[in-house]
Each structure stands twice: as structure tokens, then as C-alpha cells.
């Protein structure tokens, strides 16, 4: 425990004053015990104690003292960091003064922050939340974009309890490929976590395959041939992030081709078909030179895009995606789960040195989704308080945008640069209790040397009572 700095003199007259005295740690113990400890220099009957703390607290105690054995008086103390004001009276003599204790920051296990928020969240909401299992003192957020490039990095140093939640935000236009954040303790312990919300639906023109057939037909062959540009620009993308986010925060790129099915003749037969018209689109993709893992599966009359009865002929429901991802689709709905992905092929080097041209209508999609973020989230960047948000609400962005359906699923988000350091994290309201913003302990804490000044002044104008002065020197106990 960190004693108060005073100078030579003021120790000097602490000393002088002798007789009795009282001391306090600065710190509690790690179950939350703050004490005082009263000593006198002669036996001491009914000394009147009286401890109140700003968090509301009142503590009221008649204790004995013997010569020169110290007695401890202990409390439990909820908030991180509570300012007191004690009051001793004996033989009828009184003294008071001030003090502040802290909740030691360290705590809890040294294990990984747990990751509480969907793509949802961080793509269109433009926020991320973690729960803690050690008392975080520090909370670092770096978000890139898809050309690899840093574009947010902001910190706070609220203290987070073990078993907690904290959530940074950010709002941007960027589109985002990683958010990387990282939590520390005060003695030093971090751990970091890196999340890739990045995911692509490749827009592209739907194949029609001739009835019962798989086969891709020359005169269809120009749309595949449209989306295998697309695929092969993100690709090229993805290598630049890569290259620029370096070292274990590289992440592989995975290519996942569904096919569907209207409602027309047997389930069974649809469910083949859908899976081997999958499979030829991945083939293309594959022989054209893809270089990315590529996998494909069939959904049959499952996961229809427009509800029919039995046997509809319906174009809409004869279909496919092509989603490009860092991980395996989750499943549910109209995507398979991820154990009927069959696999196409591992990546390989890149071969290709000249890229296709891009089709024009993909260059106005594209153009349209920055349309649409810049009018969402402003031209701007910019990283967002929100300490103790209420988690119903979206604190990063219009909960209105970002439709991941259909198109491109991976961009609405982003990322943006600046941002006080002090911003962007705490707490949020609801979580556990004991949850609190309230600053972090420090080797000195604010405003005990001033209490202790203030003390001694106290001390030394006090009115006397019939048997004279107690007098008292308070000072922080050092920490062994």
C-alpha cells in the first residue's frame, strides 16, 4: 500500500502529537474488507467510533484499547472507491478526519474474454461486447478495414469487474474485415480476442439449368463467368488484408456454393439435383482458377426464396448463393448446416496475375452500398461513448440499415479513426451485479494527502472538553 507523500516537517509534527493514533489501508483485500486501526500509548475505554462513507454507508462502534496493541475495525465496502469520514471521540476528548479506500483492480481468472455479440451487432449496430472473467483496469479496440488498413483504435481504462460485461463502439463508412480488442489487469495480464464479421453474398445473375440437369449451358456460362470475377477481385482483396494485418490475425478466405430447388416433381430427386447443380457452379469456380477452400451443398425445396404449394414451376425458387466467408455458414433457415458442406477443394497459390474486368452492374452495386453506409454512418469517423448504453438500443448506428439479405452480407460495416481515449467502453446497464464505471485504483490515491492535511488542521483547532484534547495522528497503512 502506497503511503501519502508529506513533507519532513508535517511528519515531524504527526509525531509529536503522539499519544494516540489511527491508520487506514488504501486498498481493500480482494473479498471487499476496508479497516481503520486505532492504537494508543495508554489503556483507552469506550472509544466512540463513527464511519461514514459517500456510497451512503454508516458504521458506529464502541471499542477498548490496551496500551500499545493496536485494534482493527473492519466493514465490507460495495463500490470501487469510497471517500470516508471518521469521527473518534474518547475520555471526552474528539477528533475526526477523511480517507478514500479502493477495490484492488486485479481479480477473477486468467482466461479469454468471451466474445457476446453477432455480426448483427457489429456490422450494423458498430458495436462489440465482451464479458470479462478478470478484472479489466484496460480496453483496447482496433478495427481494420478490407484493404487491411487500421481505421479506429481507441482505449479506455474503466474498470470492469471479473464476471462483467464492457462493449466499445465506433461509427464509420468503412467497410470492416477484423475488429481486434484487447483486455488488461493492472498486473499486466491481457487477453485479446479477434473477430471477423466479414462475410460476401456474390450478387450474380441465376444459371437456368435445363430440367433435370445439371449441365452449365454455353449460353449461361457468361453469368457464372460474371461472378467468378467478382469472386476473384474479393479474393485479391482478402490477400491485400492479409498482407497488411500480418501474422496470426490472417484469416482464409472460404467459398460456399448452395443450390435450390423449386417445388416441382419429387423431394427427393430436387434434394440430388440442387446439390449437383451446386457442385457444377463450384467446379467453374474451381477449374477458372479460384484459389481459395471451396465447398457446396443442395437444399432441395428446402429454404424456399418465395412460399409454393407442391408442384409450382417457380423461377425465383430455382436458384443458388455463392457466399464467400472465413468460416462455415452457422445453418438454419435456407442454409445448410455446416455438416452437409461436401468440399470441392483446399486453397492453393494463386496462379492468376491478371484479374478479370469487373461486370458494370457490380461496380454500381458497390457503389450503392457506399451509398448507402455514407448515409447511414455518415462520411465521417468516428468512435462512440458508451459507457453504461442500454444494450436494446443500437449505439453505433440506425438499426433501420444494413438488410443482410440477399447481395452483399458483409458491407454495411466499418471502421473509423480517432476518438478520446477515454471513450468508447464501460459496463452496460443490466449486467451482473457489482458492475461499476468508478475510476481504477492508482499507487496514490486522489485526495488522501489532503485529507490528512485537513485532518491535522481539524485537529489542531478543535474545541477542548473538560479533560482536554485526544489527539490523533491518521495515516495510510504501508502495504508489505
Not at 425 to 437: E, H, L, M, N
Request: charged share 25%; net charge negative.
Amino acid at each position: 500500500m502506497a503511503i501519502v507523500s508529506l513533507t519532513a516537517p508535517l511528519l515531524a509534527l504527526f509525531m509529536m502529537l503522539g499519544g494516540f493514533g489511527w491508520q487506514y489501508s488504501d486498498q481493500t483485500d480482494e473479498s471487499g474488507t476496508a479497516y481503520v486501526e486505532l492504537s494508543s500509548d495508554e489503556p483507552l475505554d469506550d472509544v466512540k467510533v463513527k464511519i461514514t462513507g459517500s456510497d451512503g454507508s454508516t458504521l458506529t462502534k464502541t471499542v477498548s484499547l490496551k496500551a500499545n496493541k493496536p485494534t482493527k475495525i473492519t466493514w465490507k465496502q460495495k463500490d470501487r472507491q469510497v471517500s470516508y469520514d471518521i469521527e473518534i471521540e474518547a475520555n471526552e476528548g474528539f477528533t475526526n478526519g477523511s480517507f478514500e479506500v479502493q477495490k484492488p483492480i486485479a481479480g477473477g481468472k486468467k482466461e479469454a474474454i468471451e466474445l457476446l455479440s453477432d455480426r448483427t451487432d457489429i456490422v450494423d449496430r458498430q458495436k462489440i461486447k465482451y464479458e470479462t472473467p478478470f478484472t479489466s483496469s484496460k480496453q483496447t479496440l482496433y478495427v481494420y478495414d478490407t484493404d487491411g488498413d487500421l481505421v479506429v483504435e481507441t482505449s479506455s481504462d474503466q474498470v470492469v469487474e471479473a464476471g462483467d460485461t464492457f462493449e466499445m463502439t465506433w461509427r464509420t463508412n468503412r467497410e470492416v474485415f477484423m475488429v481486434k480488442v484487447i483486455a488488461e489487469d493492472e498486473t499486466g495480464y491481457s487477453a485479446t480476442d479477434i473477430a471477423v464479421p466479414w462475410s460476401f453474398a456474390i450478387p450474380h445473375e441465376e444459371v437456368n439449368f435445363d430440367s433435370g440437369k445439371s449441365i452449365i449451358k454455353p449460353s449461361e456460362e457468361p453469368k457464372v463467368a460474371d461472378a467468378f470475377a467478382v469472386l476473384v477481385h474479393e479474393l485479391a482483396n482478402l490477400d491485400k488484408a492479409n498482407a497488411a494485418v500480418g501474422g496470426t490475425m490472417s484469416v482464409n478466405p472460404q467459398l460456399y456454393i448452395v443450390g435450390y430447388t423449386d417445388t416441382v416433381g419429387n423431394g427427393a430427386d430436387n434434394q440430388k439435383l440442387s446439390e449437383e447443380r451446386a457442385k457444377a457452379i463450384a467446379k467453374y469456380f474451381f477449374d477458372k482458377g479460384a484459389w481459395c477452400e471451396v465447398y457446396y451443398a443442395g437444399m432441395g425445396e428446402r429454404g424456399l426464396a418465395v412460399e409454393t404449394a407442391d408442384s409450382v414451376d417457380s423461377l425465383a425458387n430455382r436458384r443458388a448463393l455463392y457466399i464467400l466467408d472465413v468460416k462455415k455458414p452457422s445453418g438454419g433457415g435456407a442454409v445448410p448446416s455446416p455438416g452437409a458442406w461436401k468440399q470441392m477443394t483446399d486453397a492453393r497459390p494463386r496462379m492468376m496475375q491478371t484479374l478479370p474486368k469487373l461486370p458494370e452492374s457490380y461496380i454500381a452495386y458497390k457503389a450503392e452500398q457506399q451509398r448507402l453506409r455514407d448515409e447511414k454512418f455518415g462520411t465521417g469517423s468516428s468512435s462512440s461513448d458508451d459507457s453504461g448504453g442500454d444494450d436494446s438500443g443500437d449505439s453505433g448506428g440506425d438499426d433501420s440499415g444494413g438488410d443482410d439479405s440477399g447481395g452483399d452480407s458483409g458491407n454495411d460495416s466499418g471502421g473509423g479513426s480517432g476518438g478520446d481515449d477515454s471513450e468508447g467502453v464501460g459496463p452496460s446497464k443490466g449486467d451482473k451485479p457489482g458492475a461499476t464505471a468508478k475510476g481504477c485504483a492508482t499507487s496514490e490515491p486522489s485526495g488522501t494527502g489532503a485529507g490528512l492535511l485537513a485532518g491535522l488542521f481539524g485537529l489542531l483547532g478543535l474545541a477542548r472538553r473538560s479533560r482536554g484534547l485526544l489527539k490523533s495522528s491518521a495515516r495510510p497503512r504501508v502495504r508489505q
